[in-house]
Nanobody, 124 residues
């Protein structure tokens, strides 16, 4: 069973930044396409960013492109999301997700493994 653990959430003022991390003990981390999803109360879960397991390919939600940066470290088994110029509408619970040898899909159904989530709150 793949266990994903998120960290780095918190409370920040608009315009600020946070860095989320997702770590796992899976030794084949390099074979997993990794992604960040978020879900705000009363809204559907949406893809924020994804990074392919093998190709130099990333995918971003339009509203975060240019502000957020996804990266991965296959030696440290860690994926990160640098979130800059945060806005109140970025407030949500952020989830790490993984899919072995998958594409950078936008649908949550395409990801098999999930973390418990980390809360991000951006005040105006």
């Amino acid at each position: 069973q793949v266990q994903l653990v998120e960290s780095g959430g918190g409370f920040v003022q608009a315009g600020g930044f946070l860095r989320l991390s997702c770590t796992t003990s899976v030794i084949t981390f390099s074979r997993y396409t990794m992604a960040w999803f978020r879900q705000a109360p009363g809204k559907e879960r949406e893809l924020v960013a994804a990074i392919h397991w093998n190709e130099d390919r990333k995918r971003y939600l339009d509203s975060v492109a240019g502000r957020f940066t996804i990266s991965r470290d296959d030696v440290a088994n860690r994926m990160s999301l640098q979130m800059d110029r945060l806005k109140p509408e970025d407030s949500a619970t952020y989830y790490c997700a993984a899919n072995e040898r998958g594409n950078t899909a936008a649908s949550a159904e395409d990801y098999v493994h999930w973390g418990q989530g980390t809360r991000v709150t951006v005040s105006s």
